[in-house]
């Protein structure tokens, strides 16, 4: 169809997508088409709800850690006073275990960490009450990030406060509701559960009230915090009730239970070693089949570092960043299933071809959704080459409706077709490439990317041009 590979950027409109869907073509066949781009269009100023992620701190930042340090400095000295002193004797039993297990922590996968201490600060504040958990709770963070994890004044004294007022919230709870003076596990069942629950959202509303101060989205962070700390919690709460129990027969139980913690805590890392394993075993595959083209290669390289660069600029929560750049760097993952003669094909493609070519997303994301601690990351890649208005591939979502790191990737992947030198054709200009994806914004493209994308311009554009260099030696 097409007379000779030179003069391929001159083809006729017909293998280039933005004639029929008013944008610019899709990144897996801008190579085999181009047209000439006059015009500047000017982006649209539109504003999507992720604008939250551009707040900077708020005011309210100190005056809330501020506010929670002082709660917590007037309810220590307030119990510290009314302590009964056949208390104190405990306290040198239940802070050492709580200091030592502070620092066993699991990382969530998407925001901040969890510390196995939670078990002893509960059963600190159920077994003795409110008082007896606020100074085990503010003793025993003191110890552990004060001066073992030396995590600053500031860290210290917000974690402390917040751990303080979460155990004397859960001890008043389960006192509330406990059935009697005994601590039975059956009788007391809606105590215990009480205490842990009420446990858990104060800690977890604390910690998220600095995400939200930080301009994070309060219910998105809290929710997705309480989904990937649930089964932490649901795992550690009756371990809390058994160290209650135990150590009601005997204090020296108390040396049982670091162990059984700790227990606890390796499976958790496990679980965290895993999930990490499982990116890195899919990047490992993705680099192994792009390298079959080493442009394909190259190509989810770079495409990885203009997605970094503006998951960043949107100020995505870091796990958030970390997933979609793994995307990225896998996004073309499903091109095992194309065949190479149609993959490495440098004359225009039959609408065969091309259909075969679209295959890509679906396969992409059925493989990798294989790996059940990335079926996140799956959905990403099934929707790389969707379109804000509705006109992509595979499923036609439109809009917010689309994974947010899918739109990111597809700016990032359209950006990087255009400015890579092939064979057959040079590279498009940076300024062409841009106002490229301006015209593409709000039809193609999510105008907010575009527009994170383009703000990163004085950083970005050199260092396309440097990833541009390696490819004109490319096959
Ligand atoms: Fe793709």
């Known amino acids: 169809m097409c007379p000779s590979p030179r003069g391929r950027h001159d083809a006729a409109p017909a293998h280039f997508e933005t004639s029929q869907n008013g944008g610019i073509a899709d990144p897996e066949t801008i190579h085999h088409a181009w ?44 119990t510290l006073q009314g302590l009964p002193p056949r208390l104190w004797l405990h306290l040198l039993v239940f802070v050492p275990v709580a200091a030592l297990t502070e620092s066993w922590t699991v990382t969530l996968r998407r925001e901040g960490e969890i510390s196995l201490s939670f078990t002893i600060y509960y059963a600190a504040a159920v077994l003795f009450g409110p008082c007896f958990g606020i100074v085990t709770a503010v003793s025993g963070s003191l110890l ?21 007022i979460s ?13 009697g003076h005994g601590f039975g596990l059956v009788s007391n069942a809606p105590a215990y559960a009480a205490a842990a629950v009420v446990y858990v959202l104060v800690n977890s509303v604390l910690a998220t009230g600095v995400f939200a ?5 309060f219910l998105h962070v809290w929710l997705h915090a309480l989904r990937e700390g ?13 160290v209650v129990n135990a150590y009601q027969q005997s204090p020296w139980t108390m040396l049982y239970f670091p162990l059984l913690i700790w227990v606890v805590y ?13 990116d890195n075993a899919l990047v490992v595959l993705a680099n192994t089949i792009d390298k ?4 394909t290669y190259e190509h989810s390289l770079r495409v990885a570092r203009y997605v970094a660069r503006i998951a960043a600029k949107l100020g995505l929560p870091a796990e958030e960043q970390k997933l979609v750049v793994s995307a990225a760097q896998v996004h073309d993952l499903g091109k095992l299933s194309v065949d190479n003669r149609i993959l490495l094909k440098e004359g225009p493609m039959t609408d065969e071809e091309r259909e075969q070519i679209r295959t890509h997303p679906a396969a992409g994301a059925e493989l990798a959704g294989q790996f059940s601690m990335y079926r996140a990351g799956a959905a990403i890649i099934r929707h790389h080459h969707e379109r804000w208005d509705g006109n992509g591939y595979p499923d036609g979502l439109a809009g917010e ?23 057959y054709r040079d590279a498009l200009a940076d300024e062409v490439a841009v106002a490229e994806l301006i015209r593409g914004s709000g039809s193609q493209f999510d105008p907010w990317v575009v527009e994170a994308f383009l703000s990163r311009a004085e950083e970005a554009r050199p260092a396309a041009s440097r990833c541009a260099q390696p490819a004109r030696s490319l096959t």
């Open 35 to 78: 047209p000439t781009v006059r015009r500047r269009v000017r982006m649209s100023s539109q504003s999507t709800p992720h604008e939250i992620h551009r707040a900077r701190p708020s005011r309210w930042l100190i005056p809330y850690v501020v506010g929670i340090d002082l709660a917590t400095l007037i309810a220590l000295l307030t």
């Open 213 to 217: 101060l930080h301009g994070r989205p």
């Open 230 to 242: 649930g089964a932490f919690y649901v795992a550690m709460a009756p371990l809390g009730a058994l």
């Open 167 to 179: 155990a004397g919230l859960a001890g008043l709870a389960f006192e509330a509701l406990r059935s």
């Open 266 to 278: 390796k499976g958790f890392r496990l679980y965290d070693r895993l999930s990490s394993e499982t």
């Open 144 to 164: 552990a990030d004060g001066l073992v994890r030396r995590k600053g004044v500031a860290m210290t004294a917000f974690g402390a406060g917040q751990l303080a």
């Open 292 to 295: 079959r083209d080493r442009y």
């Open 401 to 423: 409706g689309i994974p947010f790191g899918a739109r990111i990737i597809a700016v990032a992947d359209a950006y990087d077709a255009m400015t890579s030198d092939r064979p």
